[in-house]
């Protein structure tokens, strides 16, 4: 048959619009245009189609469009470009497909939409404070510096009130092959940038799901608050309010809005319900030092500039579930074991002190073991027993800080004996 | 020597004799795969550290079929080492279809059509299988009118259960159905549109007539027909396709962005249609009889 359709084309036709028919019931093929939806098990979010950022970051970073799908900031019509586009005279952005962006937004772009918060931010020792533990005033532009002369009290001050940030000992002696794997990681939530803003959001408010319930976990704030030298995550665990995170935590109203949490939402606090949430008759502070009486981190601890303020708004933050008498009895045992703690390391410093004044060891910080030694003494155990005091955690206090302490502190006094011997024998 | 007709519709004149033009073949796709594969990786610079394995693969299977391709008869010494690299070929698009799988199923731990459209491609890795594939059959020799029983240089003969000439369509046929199937999914991306959907219904078309004649003991005049424009058409499809996608990278800036090169619309990756179309066409090439 001459003019017969050849079996190749029929098949071929055939299978063709069959298969595009299949493709057509299952996918909506044809209709196109679509771009599928991203969910999670309880949001869904449809980007905008015309959404430029998202159509090629879909293939990209998947996890972070999809991260911020579900965001309660797409949620509310943010976009990309909201947070990641900034003025041709930012020096941290670049040319990106048409736009001028910035990859790491900083607190000046969060403060279009959050100026309340950013400024308590700014105005805290997560703010530049952090950074100047580590690097004193070098990185802060003229300007930057001061702005913390004249905005943070909290900032380390000498007795007539000027800034006393100095670089920090261990910081230059471990220099650039350690320290950005180790201490900035952590300190560069106050990390000056270079569009004039200082510090961080994203170290606590994790891109680019910004959970609320996330940043209000402890797991958030144990990120750099862990560790011999600051131990507060496993003093939590160890306190009551740590186990019943651990044991009910599931439970938990995460989500309530800020301002209206209350101790139907979390029966028992986290880091973030004592130090920064709205709760009881305390609003919502970035300040992580606005209810805090005492700077705990110093190796000798004195009153913070807001102590009264401070140790006023944390007590109404315990009062939503503790008796004023028991609020009372914590505070009164916790400043004995601060003054226990400053008495034993002012002896130590003392004895420090004395061998660099005759001489016999060199002022030098961490040039000698007894130095090593006596940083230990507070930096460690002191700091332990006192965070742990005021957080309520027993173990800390005796035996990761006021034990530890007291045989540090009689090592030094014995190495000190051992060196002044050395010392005068030689000078024979 | 080396003229060729394809089915009955032309006479060309190749330059050297077929299978070691199908080497060079396989040892340029190789290559271009290769480099292909390699800016894919490299936007999450090789990381997880296996995303190097067919940076490494790609080299030495390449230089094995261009080596192969200069001997008119590979020694066995070289057809061993060729058989071996493609056999690691095969295994390395099988192993790479299993990783991208498992990164695709991973975070929700079931397959979402989002994954399956935004994560990496889980039959891209099968490329170098089929390419691989092809340069192991490409040094068999098949015992005259015996279909199936493969002579391969140096190792003995062997029975394969069906004829040289229909793996190879298998192998074409097979491809068109990926490359349909990746179109699909690559296109659900930014939106289905009607020249988006000239590679589905193309790629569709071709797999069904080449499948077809893989399948067929015989067929006509008229089929040969439709398969040598269906080849011709592939060629001009990934040449089309080619322009889209460039077009699509140049964004109207009418600069070329290597950020967009590899994120956006992959210029070489429409090419592979032409690809398969000359292959389809060098794999039906009979050796001319000589007018006695």
Avoid at chain 1, 48 to 65: E, F, L
Avoid at chain 1, 111 to 123: I, M, N, V
Avoid at chain 1, 194 to 218: M, T, W, Y
Avoid at chain 2, 166 to 188: C, P, Q, Y
Wanted: net charge positive.
């Amino acid at each position: 048959m001459p003019n017969q359709i050849p079996k190749t084309l029929i098949i071929g036709v055939t299978t063709t619009i069959v298969i595009l028919l299949v493709i057509y019931l299952f996918t909506g093929l044809p209709s196109g245009g679509e771009i599928p939806t991203i969910e999670n098990n309880t949001n869904k979010v449809v980007f905008d189609p015309a959404d430029k950022c998202a159509t090629c970051h879909r293939r990209v970073s998947p996890d972070i469009v999809n991260q911020f799908a579900v965001s309660t900031m797409a949620r509310a019509g943010v976009k990309c470009t909201d947070c990641h586009v900034v003025d041709k005279a930012n020096p941290m952005g670049k040319e990106h497909e048409g736009f001028f962006i910035t990859v790491s937004p900083t607190p000046k772009q969060c403060a279009k939409c959050h100026p309340s918060e950013t400024r308590q931010f700014d105005h805290s020792r997560h703010g530049a404070p952090s950074w100047m533990a580590l690097s004193g005033f070098d990185d802060f532009s003229p300007e930057q510096q001061k702005f913390v002369n004249q905005n943070i009290p909290e900032a380390n001050r000498g007795p007539n009130g000027i800034i006393t940030a100095t670089r920090n000992s261990l910081f230059d002696i471990e220099g650039p092959s350690v320290t950005p794997a180790a201490c900035q990681s952590c300190h560069s939530i106050g990390k000056p940038n270079a569009d004039g803003s200082i510090g961080n959001c994203n170290k606590c408010h994790l891109r680019h799901e910004f959970s609320l319930a996330q940043v209000r976990k402890p797991e958030i704030c144990g990120q750099c608050h862990l560790g011999p030298d600051h131990p507060q995550m496993e003093i939590y665990d160890e306190s009551a309010h740590g186990v019943m995170y651990k044991t009910e935590g599931e439970k938990w109203n995460w989500d309530q809005k800020p301002g209206r949490l209350t101790t139907q939402d979390m029966p028992a606090p986290t880091c973030a319900t004592c130090h920064i949430s709205g709760f009881g008759n305390q609003g919502t502070t970035h300040d992580v030092g606005q209810r805090l009486s005492k700077f705990l981190f110093a190796a000798v601890t004195t009153d913070r500039p807001n102590k009264i303020e401070g140790r006023e708004a944390m007590k109404s933050v315990c009062s939503n579930c503790h008796s004023e008498n028991f609020i009372n009895k914590i505070y009164t045992r916790a400043d004995s074991v601060t003054s226990f703690v400053n008495k034993k390391v002012k002896e130590a410093s003392n004895i420090i002190e004395g061998l660099v004044k005759d001489g016999i060891i060199t002022k030098k910080p961490f040039a000698t073991q007894i130095s090593f030694d006596a940083f230990d003494l507070w930096h460690y155990y002191g700091r332990s027993a006192k965070f742990a005091a005021y957080m309520q955690g027993p173990d800390f206090v005796q035996w990761h800080g006021i034990y530890p302490l007291l045989k540090e502190l009689n090592k030094v006094k014995e190495d000190a004996k051992k060196l002044r011997d050395e010392h005068k024998r030689g000078a024979r | 020597m080396n003229n060729v007709e394809i089915f009955h519709l032309a006479n060309v004149r190749l330059p050297m004799e077929k299978n070691r033009l199908l080497l060079i073949f396989v040892g340029i796709n190789l290559f271009f795969t290769g480099i292909d594969v390699a800016l894919a990786h490299s936007i999450n610079s090789f990381i997880p550290v296996y995303e190097w394995i067919p940076i490494y693969f790609f080299p030495l299977g390449a230089m094995s079929c261009f080596i192969v391709s200069f001997q008119p008869s590979p020694k066995k010494s070289f057809a061993i080492i060729h058989i071996a690299l493609m056999s690691i070929g095969i295994l390395v698009g099988v192993i790479g279809m299993a990783f991208h799988m498992n990164a695709v199923l991973n975070p929700l731990g079931h397959l979402s059509w989002a994954w399956l459209v935004f994560g990496s491609p889980i039959l891209a890795p099968l490329a170098f299988s089929g390419i691989s594939l092809l340069g192991l059959y490409a040094i068999t020799e098949e015992v005259e009118n015996s279909p199936g029983v493969l002579k391969i240089p140096g190792l003995g003969i062997f029975k394969a259960p069906i004829s040289r000439d229909k793996h190879f369509l298998w192998l074409v046929g097979l491809g068109f159905g990926a490359s349909a199937v990746t179109s699909t999914i690559d296109h659900a991306q930014y939106g289905y549109s009607v020249y988006k959907l000239i590679a589905i219904v193309y790629g569709l078309f071709a797999t069904s007539v080449v499948i077809t004649i893989a399948l067929s003991n015989q067929w006509s005049k008229k089929d040969e027909l439709v398969y040598f424009w269906t080849m011709i058409a592939a060629i001009v499809v990934g040449v089309m396709g080619f322009g889209f996608h460039l077009s699509a990278d140049l964004a109207g800036t009418g600069n070329i962005s290597l950020e967009r090169m590899l994120v956006f619309a992959p210029v070489f990756a429409p090419l592979l249609y032409s690809d398969l179309g000359m292959l389809g066409l060098i794999i039906v090439a009979k050796q001319r009889r000589k007018m006695i």
